[in-house]
């Protein structure tokens, strides 16, 4: 088992980079998960976790499969080094992010679009909610926030290991999934129905977007539908995490 | 007009409580607010503010109604002591937390209640989504976040001022709902049906509860029905103010 105990040593910069900087998980095409919660979904993925990452003291938990898993093992000042919570659980793992080819994405009948949400958390939420709600896959537009920020991974409780998730230009999948004869349902204020008046689908592709100035009018222009959610109290909107889990939750059918 | 320049001045101390402790929220049963947004919606409130807070060069936007209203100028060195956020407005409003009367309780057809949720920003998002369901109140068990925190606050988007918030023992409404014939609903994985089976109601009171452990064993067992929201995916559970919004939107009738 390989032991480093120097935070100036090149991976520990480099699982620290992952933590703080998108241009490292950019780069890489890696990030860093931290806690048993997290590990635990990414030995599930077979291929997902480049290293396994272990403190002094702290033991795989037992029934964990991790055979072929490289372990490394760290003292307390590396731990804290790239931690990113108060209460450190002393387990990380360096993980890939996942790539995908074209056949997934001809088997794609189901998926969530986001356009320029920002916040880490809520991104992060709505790719557990996509998951939770059998969506096929998440596709992220530019603007949005990176989904292998820390935070993103925290809010999204492994879903990252679910899930496929794809960053790329919106327009270009909204004129792939429209040539694949799937509806494309956006979600705005003006010219839409309420979101009860569509029924569920097995085959469909929400878009949502940006929590001040929601999903960018091109994107609308090409929807097939546009819904909103209609407010009955004093409310101005929903948080777009909620209103993409209604959402799912309305037209998933089953 | 009154002006303030010292962060020694006791107003100023208490302002700076009110953002840091829950003591002194509960013990004045006022709360600090900051930004044009939340103002401007605790002014629509009639008594909400005790004080409008305004820092040098801070201007009060045309159509602001605020006749009658207290308001205090402040330096850049109050104001930064007060401020909770990286930019800041440099507007703030101490507010009052509405009390409720024994008359509106029995016109409460429709309620939340939140059993021990710990993260303020999930209590605020659903205090939020109840206010757009149109939910007559927000009932909060002992254990939830703090609903006046800054951060509760800030989630909930100016929804403090639209819905009434309670906090008190969820066994004891419990029982009040009930007495009134209001179908008590739980969420809880055991002995429960999908969600959509329930149809929508003009009458109901829905317990969500704690982000890990869920709603206590007692308040299930007073409940007329338990519901879950299927895991279509490999998700094993929803965020609880999404799960929230989805059954919220699920059973009110319109």
Not at 104 to 110: G, N, V
Request: charge should be negative; charged fraction near 25%; aromatic fraction near 6%.
């Amino acid at each position: 088992m390989k032991r480093i105990e120097s935070t100036q040593n090149s991976l520990v910069k480099h699982w620290k980079k992952l933590v703080t900087t998108r241009k490292e998980r950019d780069k890489s095409e890696e990030f860093l998960i931290e806690g048993f919660h997290l590990v635990e979904e990414a030995l599930k993925k077979e291929g997902a976790i480049v290293a396994l990452i272990l403190r002094d003291g702290v033991e795989i938990p037992h029934g964990w499969s991790i055979e072929g898993v490289h372990i490394v093992e760290v003292n307390q000042a590396v731990a804290n080094e790239i931690s990113e919570t108060e209460h450190s659980q002393g387990i990380f793992a360096q993980c890939r992010q996942p790539k995908h080819s074209e056949d997934e994405f001809a088997s794609w009948k189901k998926v969530l679009m986001i356009d320029a949400v920002q916040d880490p958390g809520n991104v992060g939420t709505m790719i557990r909610t996509a998951d939770a709600a059998g969506i096929d896959a998440v596709i992220l537009g530019k603007g949005s926030a990176d989904p292998y920020s820390p935070k993103t991974v925290r809010s999204a409780q492994g879903s990252h290991f679910n899930i496929p998730i794809v960053k790329g230009s919106l327009m270009e999948w909204v004129g792939r999934v429209k040539e694949a004869g799937i509806e494309v349902i956006g979600t705005g204020l003006q010219n839409a129905v309420n979101h009860s008046d569509v029924d569920p689908q097995t085959e469909f592709a929400l878009i949502v977007g940006n929590e001040g100035s929601g999903v960018a009018p091109e994107l609308l222009d090409q929807a097939d539908k546009i819904v909103k959610i209609p407010m009955y109290g004093k409310a101005e909107s929903l948080n777009v995490a909620v209103a993409t889990g209604i959402l799912l939750y309305a037209y998933v059918k089953r």
